[in-house]
């Protein structure tokens, strides 16, 4: 394994809980497609996959069959990617729905969000003190290492605040959320502000939402962190130009770090980048 500070993270999340096969016809959305994509963009080079299921309709789900297909068909493969899953799939959800399938398959990784919001002016985004306590100790038991989404600088201060209790243990791996309306906008400013405020040992990635997608991906290249890509953050390639596959921000992605004088990590690179055990 070479140099690891060199290394940059790279998340494909291709799914999401928002596009439709209106909004793009190339987003992968059934359990099959889901694998065969993050398939494709792990022979780009994507070190790690975060993923969403929909239920049979296409709708946002947490769905525990249709993550024990997708996960199953990835597994079946040679593809060593880092499997990131989320717990946030769908709004108003009992604790147990948004865990079972941590539990079960045990991913290398899954989604901790931090706190609470508003979303996107319409409902609650509920991440509730005694669904975190409970998440966190259930990562901790299945050993699934919590990817700390944040979407508002408080969420850091609960971040640290379970540190302190034992629910979240130290390397954190942090993931800044910018731009969805209710949290914070992705701005430079924005990401330099929360950067400045998680524990040195910590890792860190962010993303942009929609047009914010490439400013802060220049920004956290810049600033020393990692970076994800997909269509559950942007389904646009350029203006009015879709993304005909999570590949090509996979592939423009590997180009840019390129420039930057850095690589992208393989998924073993990013297991010791960001200290995952198994
Ligand atoms: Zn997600």
């Known amino acids: 394994m070479s140099d690891l500070k060199n290394k940059v993270i790279l998340t494909v999340a291709p799914t999401g809980a928002w596009p439709s096969k209106k909004d793009t016809p190339y987003v992968p959305l059934q359990p099959k497609e889901i694998a065969d994509e993050v398939y494709a963009c792990w022979k780009a080079g994507a070190s790690v996959a975060h993923l969403h299921v929909r239920d049979d309709e296409d709708k946002s789900s947490m769905n525990y069959d249709k993550f024990v297909e997708t996960v199953g068909y990835i597994r079946d493969t040679d593809c060593d990617i880092v499997l990131n899953l989320t717990t946030s799939g769908q709004l108003g959800l009992e604790d147990e729905a948004r865990m079972r399938h941590i539990i079960d398959l045990k991913p290398e990784m899954a989604s901790y969000d931090c706190g609470s919001m508003n979303w996107l002016h319409t409902s609650v985004f509920e991440n509730s003190p005694r669904f975190l306590e409970k998440l966190g100790t259930v990562m901790q038991e299945n050993n699934v290492k919590p990817e700390i989404e944040i979407f508002d600088a408080g969420m850091i201060y609960n971040a640290l605040y379970y540190l302190k209790k034992g629910i979240l243990k130290a390397p954190l791996h942090f993931q800044f959320v910018l731009g969805a309306a209710g949290g914070m906008d992705a701005t430079v400013e924005n990401l330099v502000f929360l950067k400045s405020l998680i524990p040195a040992d910590s890792t860190w990635g962010a993303l942009g939402i929609g047009k914010g997608h490439l400013p802060i991906m220049f920004t956290a290249l810049a600033l020393g962190g990692h970076v994800r890509v997909g269509m559950e953050d942007n389904i646009l390639y350029s203006k009015g130009v ?37």
């Open 242 to 278: 879709l993304a005909k596959s999570n590949v090509e921000f996979v592939e423009r992605t590997k180009r840019i770090v390129a420039e930057f004088n850095k690589e992208i990590a393989t998924p073993d690179e990013a297991r010791a980048i960001m200290s995952l055990t198994k």
